[in-house]
């Protein structure tokens, strides 16, 4: 880290391979477009890069994460007028999420519909709960960490993550009994 | 008296679709409330069997977001030193970005301030005392320096003002030239001898109806330059275009037309150079600026003369409808009016500077340019690292 803030390029391109696929993962998640959530992470990084002289700490994962957050809602912002559509990929027969391993075709069968029917129900809710619920559910950051990531208030934080599940549920309607026990 | 019966805790409501489903969300989340909130969200849980399954059902929703999965990632994210090197930028925008550190977020209010008291010191060294600016003489009182009379403006005293001065000295409007109707000329004001001998009554008398011709002659010219003017004195324009009956008329009209002109000049006397003033009024000294020469000759001497910073349109107005033969001695009056007002002024300024040494006016007006340029300058500077600051970095 100190290399890097210190201006050198492998030991920065090293914590972009630490980062990356952190970063990725989250951004593909609140945007829930792959295009989009690359050209936002790349952003974020070239970001990150211009402005080493800037950070001042404590956690460099939640800077960047700040700065992809805010990358995201940049394009998303500009491409509003050409909205995508949601994983493209899955309604390809070439690449499908990986199922888990030693289970039957019934549970297969299971798991997929159940990604599916979330994956769908995630569209139906806000950028805003989608990336409170990401970043809660998903990345594992606490109430206050999502506001000042987000730059809003605890109350807020919260009102988003359970108006955004209760949404969810909604949305599910008679595909919730996948998720049943 | 009975005593009020103890108020019964509040009982949730039968009915699913008025419990909170966000009380239910905090519940399920695990987030701290407060007690009562607490135990009516337990309460509902417990007997209310849609919030009992909306709680199970939205931890199961955040279990599965959890597990939700990924599709690859096709880019390495990776710079490379050429693109590495783009980012950095130059060394002015790496300067710029260094201004819009937090540390430095005081340049822009600082800038403000000292821009602010910089204009603050120019406009106090603009209205400072000691800074009266030149004064400059009315347009209509000028216009009677056209008459005939004009040159009596040079026998005035130095010490009236230049106003006070040409109205008073335009007697051939009023009282020097006789009236017809009166039948005794001079009687309004001046020229009593004129009353004692009736040959030289006679005499003036012809004359004015000599000097009235020519008027009415210039009149026909005034009045067409008048118009050409456009429409900012109508009614003098009018007058002048109707035919004079007496010579006070012809007289007064005559005054009327040249005030409507001068006023029509100023606008654009104001924006004419000091280069093109100092021809023509050279030229009305010359005697260059003939009389009822015609609309164009008006026109052009009357921007040029009137930039001469003195009030000079005096010279413009009078150069077309002045008689031939008093037509230098007029222009000379207004030379000399102009000239006047103008070196007065700079004549005492240069006495104060001689005396005082730098007049505490100039000393305001050049530190604050100095501020406010300095300020300026920072404020700019402020505004480029802003711009130069990273929108992602918000």
């Known amino acids: 880290m100190a290399e890097a803030l210190a201006g050198r390029l492998a030991a920065f391109d090293r914590l972009v391979e630490l980062y990356q696929d952190y970063l990725f993962g989250m951004t593909v998640r609140i945007v829930r477009d792959r295009d989009i959530a690359e050209d936002a992470v790349q952003e974020a990084f070239f970001s990150a890069y211009r402005n080493l002289e800037r950070f001042s700490g404590p956690s460099f994962r939640a800077w960047l994460t700040r700065i992809a957050l805010n990358a995201a809602k940049d394009i998303l912002r500009k491409r509003k007028r050409r909205p995508a559509e949601p994983y493209p990929e899955w309604e390809d027969e070439a690449w499908q999420p990986p199922a888990p391993e030693a289970e039957g075709p019934e549970q297969i069968l299971l798991v997929a519909q159940q990604r599916a029917a979330l994956a769908r129900a995630m569209e139906g809710i806000t950028e805003d709960q989608r990336a409170a619920i990401v970043l809660f559910d998903v990345q594992g950051y606490d109430y206050a960490e999502i506001a000042e990531l987000t730059g809003v208030s605890v109350g807020t934080v919260k009102s988003r993550i359970h108006r955004g599940r209760v949404t969810l549920r909604e949305r599910l309607g008679p595909a919730m009994e996948l998720f049943r026990g | ?394």
């Open chain 2, 1 to 394: 008296m009975r005593d009020m019966p103890a108020p019964r805790p509040e009982r949730p409501p039968l009915d699913h679709e008025q419990h909170d489903p966000l009380l239910i969300a905090q519940l399920a989340a695990g987030d701290p409330l407060i007690a009562d909130q607490q135990q009516l969200a337990a309460h509902l849980v417990a007997h209310c069997a849609a919030c009992a399954s909306l709680a199970a059902d939205l931890r199961a929703v955040s279990a599965a977001v959890a597990w939700e999965p990924l599709p690859p990632r096709r880019r390495d994210f990776r710079i490379d030193a050429e693109r590495a090197e783009r980012l950095r930028g130059s060394p002015l925008r790496r300067f710029l970005r260094r201004l819009s550190f937090p540390e430095t977020t005081a340049l822009r209010p600082a800038a403000v301030g000292i821009l602010s008291i910089g204009l603050l010191f120019m406009v106090a060294g603009a209205v400072w005392p000691g800074n009266d600016p030149v004064p400059v003489p009315p347009a209509p009182a000028a216009s009677p320096a056209a008459s005939p009379a004009a040159a009596l403006q040079l026998e005035m005293p130095a010490e009236a003002p230049a106003g006070e001065s040409a109205i008073v000295s335009a007697p051939g409007t009023d009282a020097g030239v006789p009236g017809t109707d009166a039948g005794v000329p001079g009687t309004e004001r001046g020229a009593p001898g004129l009353e004692d001998n009736a040959a030289a009554e006679v005499e003036a008398f012809s004359a004015a109806d000599v000097q009235a011709d020519d008027r009415a002659a210039v009149d026909t010219t005034a009045a067409d330059s008048a118009q050409e003017l456009g429409a900012q004195a109508p009614a003098a324009v009018g007058m002048a275009a109707e035919e004079p009956r007496t010579d006070d008329q012809a007289a007064a009209r005559d005054d009327e037309v040249l005030r409507a002109k001068a006023l029509a000049a100023e606008p654009a006397a104001s924006a004419a150079t000091a280069e093109q003033a100092e021809p023509a009024a050279s030229a009305a000294i010359d005697g260059l600026a003939e009389p009822a020469t015609g609309a164009a000759d008006a026109e052009l001497a009357e921007p040029a003369a009137g930039a001469t910073e003195g009030g000079a349109p005096v010279a413009g107005a009078m150069s077309p409808t002045v008689p031939p033969g008093e037509a230098p001695l007029a222009a000379v009056t207004a030379e000399g009016e102009a000239a006047g007002s103008t070196s007065r002024p700079a004549e005492a300024t240069a006495l104060v500077e001689s005396e005082d040494g730098l007049p505490i006016e100039s000393v305001l007006m050049v530190v604050g340019v100095v501020l406010a340029l300095a300020g300026g300058l920072l404020l700019l500077l402020a505004w480029l690292s802003r711009r130069s600051t990273d929108p992602l970095l918000r």
